[in-house]
């Protein structure tokens, strides 16, 4: 049977750059061989995307069920045979091979031998600079035929199985994105406050909701909460205090005193009930000002993400709200996600959270990976799923990153493709630099400034993400705005180090105040810092938007990309003209009039936001 050299995937050289081969893998060992389908319609999902925009089609009719999505969506039968059949050729037992309920992955219990032979390919551990253990291939082959019918297959070169205690191999720590150390959370400098100052004049000094609210004209009271929906996302083990909760709402919203969020358990995510930043700090700022923001009336959803064993990612998530992204016996990535039923000790034994979860309109996310960190494969797949909830009306907002140029922990790539301190290529963040999904960077009311004056790019503590992606194409909707940059504003860097083409995906899309926040911790009052508070800020404003659009018998907003980058909406935004994002050992990029790398299309004008989403039908 003739082979071919394109299912031989190349991005085995750059990520194994963060392994150390220590050693072939025993022959009779078992591993999860999965085969992902190739998706059809997946290069239509923009046009798709534009289709039901409420720029031009916009009734909630246009936006699809999960049904009619995941048959848009769904390999075909002609993949399923194919690649069924080459099994059955190759002496695999049809007893073995099982079927995701999406029918967009095959798979079966492998022998390393079997695997090897099935693939040409030679197993090897290898060990992850955090300690982790993988298993995986330098290279893989498949017939010619079946190279149209398979997107990826892991574990090969994805570096996707992990060894723990249920392949036979020690426990390792969880990595899920909630684990403290993985450079995601607000940051602060670590004293406690000895006064809150809540006058619009220290709002240079401490951000509070009254700041927000002057800032960005954000006054309005909900008119029909019951039909509208808010998620915020939190990853185990963050988690937040109810008494912080309480300590904050007593100082600033009073009504809020005792209220909680509507808590959404996704593959055993409880309340930590441990007491310490590292693990309250992020859920608390999250919640203290999104709940403050848009009133006691509307209630908040909280997906709380992941056992305290493992932990979860964003595909764990993902999997909860749309059941045909899953994939069979839990089969997510191992390495980068957590696989449920967990029989670890303390681990959640019950079903893995698979299309259980009803999708809020608007969905907050202050957390991200270096794009980096995942392969092309698994970002592109995780991608083209934030465009499918699109599709079904959802908003998705991620944080930009709060190391400006670099990646999370600052780290920048290097030439060889590795990522370190040391580094000098600017290392964008990922699912920000999904095409699909609204990037929210951060600003600042600069030292002896007001709210009446313009903001700043952040530069207090942290540094707004943004820059350019070495994943993904420019999107229709961002062209002429990144062209526009580009033209007057050109970077003074080498092409060695950004994507210099000006067809890559740009971020962050919008920006929101990200310095200075008062924050309720563990009994006392702090200031933190990061886009992690700008992400549900922008969130609070836009789950208003739809409750004055629903109250007209109108649908929520949707994917907004399309919309706030047309030209009519571009007076709807606060241009900031002021700092940069450093990174990389350089100052980053400017910001400019306009779009720009550092601060997107500018801060929110709510009450000209609005007054458009409310004109549009």
Not at 278 to 283: K, L, M, P
Not at 513 to 519: E, K, T
Request: net charge negative; with cysteine; aromatic share 10%.
């Amino acid at each position: 049977m003739p082979f071919s050299t394109a299912g031989l995937c190349t991005n085995a050289a750059q990520a194994s750059l963060r392994m150390a081969r220590i050693g072939k893998h025993h022959p009779s060992a078992i591993i999860p061989l999965r085969f992902a389908l190739t998706q059809p319609n997946l290069e239509n999902l923009e046009e798709f995307l534009y289709d039901v925009s409420i720029l031009t089609h916009p009734t909630t009719e246009n936006t699809g069920p999960r049904s009619k999505v995941a048959s848009t969506f769904a390999p075909s039968r002609a993949s399923v045979d194919a690649v069924l059949d080459w099994l059955l050729e190759s002496g695999i037992e049809a007893h073995r091979i099982k079927l995701s309920p999406s029918g967009g992955w095959l798979g079966f219990k492998a022998t390393v031998s079997e695997a090897e032979d099935l693939l040409q390919a030679r197993y090897n551990v290898y060990v992850h600079d955090t300690g982790a253990a993988h298993i995986a291939c330098e290279s893989y082959y498949l017939p010619e035929h079946l190279v149209p019918h398979i997107d990826f297959i892991t574990p090969t070169v994805h570096f996707d199985a992990k060894l723990s205690k249920r392949s036979g191999g020690d426990n390792q720590l969880p990595r899920g994105v909630g684990q403290p150390g993985s450079g995601n959370g607000p940051k602060t400098k670590g004293d406690f406050l000895s006064e809150v100052l809540d006058q619009l004049e220290n709002c240079d000094q401490q951000i509070t909701p009254a700041c927000l609210r002057a800032l960005y004209g954000f006054t309005y009271q909900p008119k029909i909460p019951g039909n509208n929906s808010y998620g915020i996302v939190e990853y185990s083990p963050q988690a937040y205090r109810q008494e912080d909760l309480n300590l904050f709402a007593n100082k600033f919203s009073p009504d809020l005193y005792g209220i909680s969020p509507n808590l959404v358990s996704i593959d055993g995510g409880s309340l930590n009930p441990q007491e310490s930043f590292a693990v309250n700090g992020e859920s608390n700022l999250d919640l203290e000002y999104a709940m403050n923001l848009v009133t006691k009336a509307q209630n908040i959803t909280l997906y709380q993400a992941g056992d305290m064993v493992e932990g979860a990612s964003f595909n764990n998530f993902l999997d909860a709200l749309d059941g045909s992204y899953c994939t069979f016996e839990g089969g997510d990535d191992p390495s980068q996600d957590g696989i449920y039923p967990d029989n670890q000790p303390g681990g959640y034994t019950g079903p893995e959270a698979c299309g259980t979860v009803k999708p809020a309109y608007v969905i907050s996310t202050s957390y991200g990976d270096n794009e980096a960190d995942v392969t092309l494969s698994y970002a592109s797949r995780q991608c083209a799923e934030y465009g499918k909830l699109g599709l079904m009306g959802v908003t998705f907002l991620f944080s930009s990153g709060d190391y400006g140029v670099a990646g999370n922990g600052a780290k920048c790539l290097n030439a060889d493709g590795s990522q370190s301190t040391s580094g000098e290529i600017f290392n964008p963040t990922f699912p920000s630099t999904c095409p699909y999904v609204t990037s929210v960077g951060a600003t600042q009311v600069s030292p002896n400034k007001t709210v009446y004056d313009p903001e700043s790019a952040c530069e207090l503590v942290i540094y707004s993400g943004g820059g350019f992606s070495n994943y993904f194409g420019l999107p229709d909707y961002q062209k002429d705005a990144v062209a526009s940059y580009l033209k007057h504003t050109p970077p003074p860097y080498s092409d060695s180090v950004w994507n210099s083409t000006g067809k890559s995906r740009a971020f962050p899309d919008i920006s929101a105040n990200g310095a200075n926040y008062v924050m309720a911790i563990d009994g006392n009052f702090t200031l933190v810092y990061g886009t992690s508070a700008s992400s549900p800020v922008v969130g609070a404003m836009l789950t208003m938007v739809n409750d004055a659009r629903i109250a007209l018998g109108k649908g929520p907003v949707g994917f907004i990309n399309p919309v706030i980058y047309a030209a009519n909406f571009s007076d709807g935004f606060n241009d900031i003209t002021n700092g940069t994002n450093p990174g990389c050992g350089t100052l980053g990029f400017n910001t400019s009039h306009g779009w720009d790398p550092v601060t997107g299309l500018g801060t929110l004008n709510f009450p000209k936001l609005l007054a458009k989403w409310i004109a549009l039908p």
